[in-house]
């Protein structure tokens, strides 16, 4: 339905198309379902207009949608919806409670190692734990301070040996400017929890034992190639063709195999927004598909089955879903799809 502005809307209606005029060629004007909408032209600068646009709304409560209808470009301005304050003492006591279980998962960890107290291995374990989980929220928590969205502080979820975690998830609580902050939003935990994981496996290996006799009891890991890469170049101690791993080598895997789920480029997961931006959502929902046959194949069937799960739920994407990537994020996704291939291992041990 379409309609002129009533007089009571009147005065905001023309605030708002100056607004607009001011960033956009308007090619038609007028309210539709009690939404002002514009019919505007694409320009090389589209982009900016909109951000620009975005904070100048953004003191009047309203935010700006910009979409491709047919063949028209739509903008539309609509009241930004309340946000309600978070309660950080749940933040805080999630995180607490997870400390505590990944200690003990890291106490009964180091049960086996003889050459240290198990309540060392269990604080080294918990302190790379939750390096790699905290740099990984923390990263999209800046992200979306940087891009001006609304987002919680981490909630740690709590789990039982032999990780003792969950993960963590942080809740948005309002949508992306546009692409750029969208993919901003995915890559950023992904990537920061990369390079933490990498630094700790480092440093697992280091510590770890190479040995001849399998150990009593004892589980076999099949390793990403970026494990298999950091042992090369950085080989354990000892001699012998197994590696007895320590902690925190063990937590430096787990960090891969986060890595690498986060990646799956399906869903709310981070790797879903990247897919998202970059191919749309009709493929977006053909690797969906891709992901939870793969991740049955290497045995994460809680994983696979959630994954199915979210898939009812459709991706919002962002304020601005006309504007194309910046070349520069582009960029990064080839090397989003390195980090992919070289954290891929089975979740099933030997």
Do not use: C
């Not at 505590?100 to 960890?109: D, P, Q, R, V």
């Not at 399998?214 to 990403?224: D, G, H, I, S, Y």
């Not at 891969?256 to 927004?273: A, K």
């Amino acid at each position: 339905m379409t309609a002129e502005p009533s007089p009571p809307q009147a005065t905001q209606y023309q605030q708002i198309h100056s607004l607009v005029q001011a960033e956009f060629t308007i090619e038609e004007g007028f309210i539709e379902h009690d939404v002002p909408t514009f019919f505007v032209t694409l320009q090389p600068n589209s982009k900016q207009a909109f951000l620009r646009l975005y904070k100048q709304l953004d003191p009047m409560g309203l935010a700006p949608f910009f979409r491709k209808r047919d063949d028209k470009h739509v903008l539309q301005i609509v009241p930004k919806p309340s946000v309600k304050p978070s309660r950080k003492t749940t933040n805080i006591a999630l995180l607490l409670a997870t400390i505590a279980t990944i200690s003990i998962s890291g106490y009964l960890l180091s049960l086996g190692w003889i050459q240290q107290d198990p309540l060392i291995g269990a604080v080294m374990f918990t302190t790379a734990m939750m390096a790699i989980l905290g740099a990984h929220e923390m990263a999209h928590k800046l992200a979306a301070n940087k891009h001006s969205v609304e987002a919680t502080y981490p909630y740690f979820i709590p789990g039982i040996p032999p990780l003792g975690t969950f993960g963590a998830i942080i809740q948005q609580k309002s949508l992306a400017p546009n692409r750029d902050a969208l993919f901003d939003l995915g890559m950023s935990g992904p990537v920061m929890g990369f390079i933490v994981t990498v630094f700790v496996t480092i440093v697992g290996v280091q510590l770890s034992q190479l040995t001849f006799t399998q150990p009593e009891n004892a589980t076999f890991l099949q390793v990403p190639l970026l494990f298999d890469f950091i042992v090369a170049i950085f080989p354990p101690i000892g001699r012998g063709t197994i590696i007895l791993l320590h902690p925190v080598a063990y937590a430096g895997y787990i960090g891969m195999i986060v890595t690498m789920l986060n990646l799956l480029p399906t869903s709310m997961l981070d790797g879903g927004h990247i897919a998202k931006v970059l191919l749309g959502d009709k493929a977006r929902t053909v690797l969906s598909y891709i992901a939870i046959f793969a991740l049955l194949i290497i045995g994460a069937w809680l994983m696979a089955i959630l994954v199915l799960f979210m898939l009812g739920y459709p991706h919002p994407g962002s304020l601005d879903d006309v504007s194309q990537l910046s070349m520069s994020r582009k960029l990064v996704a080839i090397a989003l799809i390195v980090i992919f291939v070289l954290t891929i291992a089975p979740l099933y041990t030997l």
